[in-house]
């Protein structure tokens, strides 16, 4: 979710245009890596630490692409049964102190929102509440085409609406006073201030106004706020405790401090604590690490949904150019792994599944400034699993 730069499908898409061989072969560095592990996240007794000669390679990959991109902090968790478990943190989580990152802290998520958002109204699917090829219309009024653009393409980006983060006066609005907040119906009057760029179900776009509706319809079918439904219904059944979707700038400790170049004057900023109500449905949500681990499979096998609706979600559209990346009903698939990205002003994320492995990655860093117009947190992600699953590299152009 990037406001203030040209229209991002990259910021779902992986960012694979920008991807060099080079980004695979990460470069040597002359001293070992700051890395911590917190005892809140220790493995488990089930677990056993990765190979000491593959730790060693991530963790020279991971330092080299921390450097290169001048990401300030980053954590990655990955978790591969029979093989290990990996966890570090690198560099640091508040430049101004020097604080160390840490696997325990609070993160902002951004787009990995979604995939609680997207499971929300799935849930509401199962309950025969509303389908997926109903019109939105039928529930939110004033949607530009309303009568003819379903859930079912709101929730796989194929709706033609004009996502609100790329109008002006939303750009001019948000950073002019990052403080201040935005309500639904607002975000949704810069959306229907433009045409619609395209019929619905013609093509992919990815627009953040979708999942704004979707939030509306939870609250509507729901009967209750989206943070409410979310918590009892899609957190607390799967067990995240340290995940919410915030009301306004609200950051629990403790928290890693965000840096973002997505500012009136270009330069870089500490965004820690910006509010993040713009995001709302589509973006605003905190997690750790812990959480992100076990959301990763429920997302991606359907624990809290009914088999038919989760085989639905996972009917991916081939998007983007080279081939091997689609996206679901509120999930991407990149290479064989399962999830979703996240970017908002001072932070990134990547959570993905592997079904073939039943592997797990988490990668949570603090800031979203790009490296060469390329997403940092895709370029830690393809640097992880170009040494882990090489068959399955996520961000990487398919060699078939």
């Given at each position: 979710?990037?406001?203030?730069?040209?229209?991002r499908?990259?910021?779902?898409?992986?960012?694979?245009?920008?991807?060099?061989p080079a980004?695979?072969?990460?470069?040597?560095?002359q001293?070992?890596p700051?890395?911590?592990?917190?005892?809140?996240?220790?493995?488990s007794?089930?677990?056993c630490?990765l190979?000491?000669v593959?730790a060693a390679?991530?963790d020279?990959?991971?330092e080299a692409?921390?450097?290169e991109?001048?990401t300030p902090g980053?954590?990655v968790?990955l978790w591969?049964?029979?093989?290990?478990t990996?966890?570090?943190?690198f560099?640091?989580?508040?430049?101004?102190?020097?604080?160390?990152?840490?696997p325990?802290l609070?993160m902002?998520?951004?787009?990995e929102?979604?995939?609680?958002?997207a499971t929300a109204?799935l849930?509401l699917?199962?309950?025969?509440?509303?389908?997926?090829?109903?019109?939105?219309?039928?529930?939110?009024?004033?949607?530009?085409?309303?009568?003819?653009?379903?859930?079912r393409?709101?929730l796989?980006m194929?709706?033609?609406?004009?996502?609100y983060?790329?109008?002006k006066?939303?750009?001019?609005?948000l950073?002019?006073?990052p403080?201040?907040?935005?309500?639904?119906?607002?975000?949704?009057?810069?959306s229907?201030?433009?045409?619609?760029l395209?019929?619905?179900?013609?093509r992919f776009?990815?627009?953040?106004?979708?999942?704004?509706?979707?939030?509306?319809l939870v609250?509507k079918?729901?009967r209750?706020?989206?943070?409410?439904?979310?918590r009892?219904?899609?957190?607390?059944?799967s067990?995240l405790?340290?995940?919410?979707?915030p009301v306004?700038?609200?950051?629990?400790?403790?928290?890693?401090?965000g840096?973002?170049?997505?500012?009136?004057?270009?330069?870089?900023?500490?965004?820690t604590?910006?509010?993040?109500?713009?995001?709302?449905?589509?973006?605003?949500?905190?997690?750790?690490?812990r959480?992100l681990h076990?959301?990763a499979k429920?997302a991606?096998t359907?624990?809290?949904?009914?088999?038919?609706?989760?085989?639905?979600?996972?009917?991916f559209?081939?998007?983007?150019?080279?081939?091997?990346?689609?996206?679901?009903?509120?999930?991407l698939t990149?290479?064989g792994?399962?999830?979703?990205?996240?970017s908002?002003?001072g932070?990134?994320?990547?959570?993905?599944y592997?079904?073939?492995?039943?592997?797990?990655?988490?990668i949570?860093?603090?800031t979203?400034?790009?490296?060469?117009g390329?997403?940092?947190?895709?370029?830690?992600?393809t640097?992880?699993?170009?040494i882990?699953?090489?068959?399955?590299v996520?961000?990487?152009?398919?060699?078939?």
């Amino acid at each position: 979710m990037r406001p203030a730069s040209a229209r991002r499908l990259a910021s779902a898409l992986l960012a694979l245009a920008a991807l060099t061989p080079a980004v695979l072969a990460a470069p040597s560095v002359q001293a070992a890596p700051r890395t911590t592990v917190h005892p809140s996240v220790q493995r488990s007794a089930d677990d056993c630490p990765l190979d000491p000669v593959l730790a060693a390679r991530l963790d020279k990959a991971i330092e080299a692409v921390r450097k290169e991109t001048g990401t300030p902090g980053v954590t990655v968790g990955l978790w591969m049964p029979g093989r290990g478990t990996y966890l570090r943190s690198f560099g640091v989580a508040d430049k101004a102190t020097g604080a160390p990152m840490r696997p325990d802290l609070f993160m902002r998520i951004g787009s990995e929102t979604k995939t609680f958002t997207a499971t929300a109204v799935l849930e509401l699917v199962d309950q025969g509440l509303v389908k997926l090829d109903d019109p939105i219309g039928d529930y939110i009024r004033g949607v530009r085409n309303g009568r003819k653009i379903t859930i079912r393409q709101l929730l796989e980006m194929r709706s033609g609406l004009f996502s609100y983060t790329f109008d002006k006066a939303f750009q001019t609005a948000l950073l002019t006073n990052p403080t201040r907040s935005f309500t639904p119906q607002q975000l949704l009057a810069y959306s229907h201030s433009h045409k619609n760029l395209f019929a619905p179900g013609a093509r992919f776009d990815y627009s953040n106004t979708n999942y704004v509706l979707l939030g509306l319809l939870v609250e509507k079918l729901g009967r209750m706020p989206l943070a409410d439904f979310i918590r009892e219904r899609v957190l607390k059944p799967s067990h995240l405790d340290h995940s919410f979707l915030p009301v306004g700038a609200e950051f629990p400790s403790p928290h890693a401090h965000g840096y973002t170049n997505q500012t009136l004057s270009g330069a870089v900023e500490d965004s820690t604590h910006w509010n993040p109500s713009w995001g709302w449905a589509a973006g605003a949500m905190i997690s750790d690490l812990r959480d992100l681990h076990l959301w990763a499979k429920e997302a991606a096998t359907g624990t809290l949904l009914s088999p038919a609706t989760q085989a639905q979600r996972l009917k991916f559209i081939p998007v983007g150019d080279p081939s091997g990346l689609g996206y679901g009903l509120g999930l991407l698939t990149s290479h064989g792994w399962l999830g979703h990205n996240g970017s908002l002003p001072g932070y990134e994320s990547v959570t993905v599944y592997l079904p073939q492995q039943d592997a797990t990655l988490v990668i949570l860093l603090n800031t979203d400034v790009l490296h060469n117009g390329a997403e940092p947190s895709t370029l830690f992600a393809t640097a992880v699993t170009a040494i882990a699953t090489p068959s399955n590299v996520y961000g990487a152009p398919s060699q078939r």
